[in-house]
């Protein structure tokens, strides 16, 4: 099994990386954050499946894209003891030499320990933000969408490697999502009502 790591915007795919069935997700997410950042394009949520759950990238959607996302949460997950303001404030008190003031602004906090080194603190106080966060699981349906949307790529254009020599998977896969956009595109171009639907081409 090999994976298509796909940021959409909507129902729209506009970014893939690809990676061997056994490879760790996350850090595939920093090249997408990148993608975002140098398309300038503006985000008010990310949501990603619970593979993506690490601290490091709380941190680093919200310092590149200015968004907490919303990643699902395992059943074992608690509130990190570090992630709480007290302990926000300790660090930016023992920084002081580095300009750490317990008194800024929470956002001009946050900025500062993760330029500072302490992006796995930022990450924690954000990943409790979403803990405590009443609306967190109205929130979190909204991957639905996504997995929606992933069953009818694979429904449309055959996304199975199986059979398909290794050494080619990365480029079969990575033109199965180019020939989606193209279609997709045409039929933004021709007012299709619904663009994901591609019932025209049959």
């Known amino acids: 099994m090999d994976k298509a790591h796909i940021t959409l ?14 490879a760790y997700d996350s850090p595939q997410i920093r090249s997408h ?4 950042k140098d398309l300038n394009i503006e985000v008010d949520s990310y949501a990603l499946d619970g593979a993506y759950d690490s601290f490091n990238n709380y941190a680093d959607i919200w310092n590149y894209l200015n968004v907490n996302p919303t990643i699902s949460l395992p059943s074992d ?35 500062f320990l993760y330029n500072h080194g302490r992006e796995k603190q930022v990450g924690m106080y954000l990943r409790n933000q979403s803990m405590n966060d009443v609306v967190f699981q109205k ?3 909204t991957r639905q969408d996504c997995e929606r949307f992933h069953k009818h790529l694979k429904h449309i254009l055959k996304f199975d490697v199986r059979s398909i020599r290794k050494e080619s998977r990365q480029l079969y896969v ?13 039929n933004l171009q021709n ?3 619904n663009p994901n639907s591609f019932a025209n081409y049959i």
């Open 33 to 36: 954050i990148e993608f975002l």
């Open 77 to 111: 997950a608690i509130v990190s003891a570090e992630g709480k303001m007290k302990r926000i404030d300790h660090w930016m008190n023992k920084m002081w030499k580095s300009g750490g003031y317990p008194h800024f602004p929470l956002n001009r906090k946050l900025k």
């Open 191 to 193: 007012n299709v009502r």
């Open 139 to 141: 929130k979190k349906d």
């Open 174 to 186: 990575t033109l199965n999502f180019v020939v989606y956009q193209f279609m997709l595109l045409a």
């Open 9 to 22: 915007i909507g129902t729209y795919p506009l970014y893939m990386t690809y990676t061997k069935g056994l």
